[in-house]
């Protein structure tokens, strides 16, 4: 049987329900209960809230989900992201952390501490951090480097030494402009005074610029 009226037609077999009013169908009452699919058509929204507020459409390529007013409030005990095929996890949201996924595999998460990751971290721009922040490295957090809002500290803690490794290292004032040492890789060791060097190591000795002075 088929039922119409004011441009709506309700089939009783499969409840397709169709309309010709171009605004779409309105319900004044909310539906108690619902057994079933609700199949909308390519390019049509189900729209909830008196302004229309919250729609949820599928345009044949993409789904939305476009809320208008406030904010989308989505409340759960635990949120997955999965993909079409449910075995790939995105993302993970819970009471206890945040959870960030590549191709299945956890790259982050949150905790009570702050944040972890696994691999490798890129950055674009700085890594910023406050006065006495450290950086930690080494399972024991052996090597610190940090800067206590007067001076920077290099701490190394650990069981062994601290190596510098490079074909050229300088040892310059803060604005760059006067170097106090270099260590040249298959050469020299020069030493500075006041931007003019006073000292250095040869293939024979020492040479030095001017008289030593010596005092016991």
């Not at 729209?47 to 406030?70: A, E, F, P």
Request: glycine share 10%; charged share 20%.
């Amino acid at each position: 049987d088929v039922t119409s009226r004011n441009g709506l037609s309700v089939g009783t077999s499969a409840l397709d329900i169709t309309t010709s009013v171009a605004s779409g169908i309105s319900l004044a009452a909310p539906i108690t209960s619902w057994t079933g699919h609700l199949s909308v058509a390519d390019g049509k929204e189900i729209r909830v809230g008196t302004g229309n507020d919250l729609k949820i459409s599928h345009n044949q390529t993409n789904s939305m989900i476009t809320n208008s007013t406030g904010f989308l409030d989505i409340r759960s005990d635990a949120v997955h992201i999965d993909n079409a095929a449910n075995d790939e996890k995105m993302a993970l949201f819970s009471g206890t952390s945040v959870d960030l996924y590549y191709s299945n595999s956890k790259k982050f998460e949150t905790k009570s501490t702050g944040a972890g990751i696994t691999g490798q971290l890129d950055l674009s721009s700085h890594l910023d951090m406050p006065d006495a922040a450290q950086i930690k490295l080494g399972t024991g957090d052996d090597l610190k480097i940090s800067h206590d809002g007067s001076n920077s500290y290099i701490t190394d803690g650990g069981t062994g030494g601290l190596y510098l490794r490079t074909n050229l290292l300088s040892i310059q004032s803060g604005d760059g402009l006067e170097t106090y040492a270099t260590f040249t890789d298959n050469g020299a060791v020069d030493l500075y005074h006041n931007a003019s060097k006073k000292f250095e190591t040869t293939a024979t000795g020492i040479a030095e610029e001017h008289t030593s002075e010596l005092q016991s």
